[in-house]
């Protein structure tokens, strides 16, 4: 009898570890905002780029706060791309201190790259991350006159004018997600 209700409580502690697991992943209301558990939860922002880069570049993510009227070269996180044609993702840590209401993505410094595939952008904070699909980017991120950028198949063409080069997509007010992220 002692051996069936060992069993039995084993069999419930197991059966209740799957079944958190399977939960571990929650939507919210407005379906984007994903409290997932299983990441490793930070007290920061992060920025996380899922790309297709053929050639080495480098890409920026300028940011902003409550305090700034503008980007500027004392607010850029930088991370060197290898060229490669597998995805790969690409993470820009914000400061600890920061919410960013406005953000600036620099899609290289490589005046000869090739088209860049932006598979998914993500903004996480804790554990809880919103997630631009659904044509979310679209709408609230603007290319500048560098970028010729492709809707329907996500794909970024960077072109140089008249020796200048300067792709990159500029945020509107991205507040109510980051403070949504907080909560």
Do not use: W
């Not at 000869?112 to 595939?117: A, F, L, R, T, V």
Request: net charge negative.
């Amino acid at each position: 009898m002692k051996r069936i209700i060992i069993l039995i409580c084993f069999a419930s502690l197991i059966s209740c570890k799957s079944d958190k697991k399977e939960q571990a992943i929650e939507p919210s209301d407005a379906n984007t905002i994903i409290k997932n558990n299983d990441i490793e939860g930070n007290m920061y922002f992060e920025v996380i780029m899922d790309v297709v880069v053929l050639k080495d570049d480098i890409f920026h993510v300028f940011y902003k706060d409550f305090n700034d009227e503008g980007y500027s070269e004392e607010k850029v996180i930088e991370v060197n791309v290898k060229g490669k044609k597998d995805n790969q993702q690409l993470v820009f840590a914000l400061p600890e201190d920061i919410i960013p209401n406005g953000l600036r993505l620099d899609f290289g410094t490589n005046y000869g790259q090739d088209p860049i595939k932006l598979n998914t952008l993500k903004i996480r904070f804790d554990k809880n991350e919103f997630v631009f699909d659904d044509g979310k980017f679209e709408q609230l991120f603007k290319p500048n006159k560098f970028v010729v950028y492709g809707e329907s198949d996500q794909e970024i063409i960077t072109e140089p004018i008249d020796g200048a080069y300067d792709p990159n997509f500029v945020s509107i007010n991205l507040e109510d997600i980051t403070f949504s992220l907080m909560d």
